[in-house]
């Protein structure tokens, strides 16, 4: 989305295929820039090859941390001008730019003659954001700066994560969905509606991004505590992939945040003027399974197999059928149901050192027997006769659930082992959330680690050390270096 100069017009189009349009040179990415193409098309960037440590697979806006390093040149799909590249959220460094980048791109004059590192941008921002009382102005703050400096956003939540975590997801996330449609100003994600029921492979792809990777999903029936917000629960799929990429490494051109909207039973957003999805009650048993059941083979068909199809916040119902129905098509996932228990089982492997014995020597009660109290009730009855040999059925006699009626007659471990004994002195049965990053590193390595084993990896011959491998391959906010 930016020019170049005629002089390197050679050099500069390497890669590319040119043609000649009205006067405007356009020009289609046909490899990324700075990394070997595989046989596939998609490009590996190998640093290190002695300990098989490098980034991942189509790194096209030089996102992972392995090549944070290297120049790069910003190629979009048309060039046009300086003041395009300032409007690019993936490119623009905003006063960043160097003198000699904005000569070669044609930004002097659009920019103050000042220029400050990215160090000093964050801070800047980070007072700003503190003048602020009220959350949701937060909220908003910090979605402006991710549409506009995709990088600089991912620094501030990363450096200060404990501080804007709260603000980009929940709690404040909440109140942004209750508003979404006063506050509303650009689209984050794809909107599917039962509009699209028939085509939703050709709504698939008017998203930019080909090489997506993860999709989070909701049909917004069940949003945090909230109910049922429909159209506008989109603002939890985005604020969850912000996490994948700020918290896991996820690059964020490789998320895709989704809204299947099937209509709201919720009155007060039917009424309201401002509700930007269908004005319509919800749709329910077949209509409602066709429409998901096309979603699924469209997104198999335009991502591939390989995509991980995460399902957010659906109601209780709907959570455990989908997950039911595709977990042998697809590779799916429900965060309230998994990834919950998950953590939640970490936590109680890591607190057996302070009150002593073996899960199976303990019975547990949950109070709520939703998507989340079930799902740890299932993986802990899992685990206990993984470890014990018992059959599933006689484990989950040591697990009672209560409901509001009364009462219902490997990543785990990985998460427990990064709890130190400074942070058992310290009553943690949790390690630090400051060291999420490097947390996430382990665990990816942990998990690759049972894959290879198992003959599952895809990518050959195994890196020699799976930790700095995961910690290549992470999403990094640094600034580019462009040519």
Not at 139 to 168: G, S, T
Not at 169 to 198: D, H, M, N, W
Not at 375 to 388: C, N, P, Q, R, W
Not at 409 to 432: D, F, H, M, R, W
Request: aromatic share 8%.
């Amino acid at each position: 989305m930016f020019p170049f100069k005629r002089s390197n017009f050679r050099r500069q189009a390497c890669g590319f295929w040119v043609l000649q349009k009205r006067g405007v040179i356009v020009i289609e990415r046909s490899i990324a820039m700075g990394s070997a193409p595989n046989e596939n098309g998609g490009s590996v960037l190998d640093l290190e090859d002695k300990c098989g440590v490098g980034g991942g697979v189509q790194d096209v806006y030089g996102e992972d941390r392995a090549s944070e390093n290297q120049p790069i040149t910003p190629w979009a799909v048309s060039v046009a001008s300086g003041y395009t590249l300032l409007r690019d959220p993936h490119h623009n460094k905003g006063l960043a730019f160097t003198d000699r980048e904005r000569d070669a791109h044609y930004l002097t004059g659009l920019l103050p003659p000042a220029v400050l590192s990215q160090e000093l941008q964050e801070k800047k921002l980070m007072h700003t954001l503190r003048q602020y009382t009220v959350p949701l102005q937060r909220y908003m703050a910090m979605m402006d700066l991710q549409e506009r400096n995709e990088k600089l956003f991912y620094k501030l939540l990363i450096d200060n994560v404990e501080e804007l975590l709260p603000v980009v997801y929940t709690p404040t996330v909440g109140e942004a969905c209750q508003k979404y449609g006063s506050i509303f100003r650009r689209p984050q994600g794809l909107y599917i509606s039962l509009k699209e029921k028939g085509r939703i492979l050709e709504v698939l792809r008017n998203w930019p991004e080909k090489s997506i990777q993860v999709i989070v999903v909701t049909d917004g029936e069940r949003i945090l505590g909230l109910g049922d917000l429909g159209c506008q629960g989109m603002g939890i799929p985005v604020g969850k992939l912000s996490l994948y990429t700020a918290l896991g490494g996820v690059r964020p051109s490789a998320c895709l945040p989704i809204t299947i909207d099937v209509g709201t039973n919720n009155k007060k957003l039917l009424d309201d003027e401002f509700y930007i999805g269908l004005r319509q009650n919800r749709a329910t048993g077949q209509e409602y399974a066709e429409l998901l059941e096309e979603f699924m083979a469209a997104v198999k068909q335009n991502y591939g197999e390989k995509v991980l199809i995460q399902f957010e916040d659906f109601a209780n119902h709907n959570a455990f059928d989908l997950l039911a129905k595709y977990r042998t098509t697809h590779l799916v996932f429900n965060d309230d149901i998994q990834g919950t228990a998950s953590v939640v089982l970490a936590g109680i492997v890591s607190a057996l050192k302070f009150v002593g014995g073996t899960l199976s020597d303990h019975t547990f009660l949950f109070l709520g027997a939703g998507e989340a109290g079930t799902g740890i009730a299932e993986l802990i009855a899992l685990e206990i006769s993984k470890k014990t040999n018992t059959p599933i059925e006689e484990t989950r006699k040591k697990i009672w659930l209560v409901d509001s009626k009364g009462l219902i007659v490997s990543s785990p471990e990985a998460l427990a082992a990064q709890v130190t004994e400074e942070n058992y002195e310290k009553g943690l049965i949790y390690p630090p959330f400051t060291d999420i990053r490097k947390i996430s590193a382990h665990i990816a390595a942990n998990v690759a680690a049972k894959s290879y084993d198992l003959g599952l990896a895809s990518r050959l011959p195994r890196p020699k050390d799976l930790v700095k491998f995961a910690e290549s391959c992470m999403y990094s906010p640094a600034y580019n270096n462009y040519r």
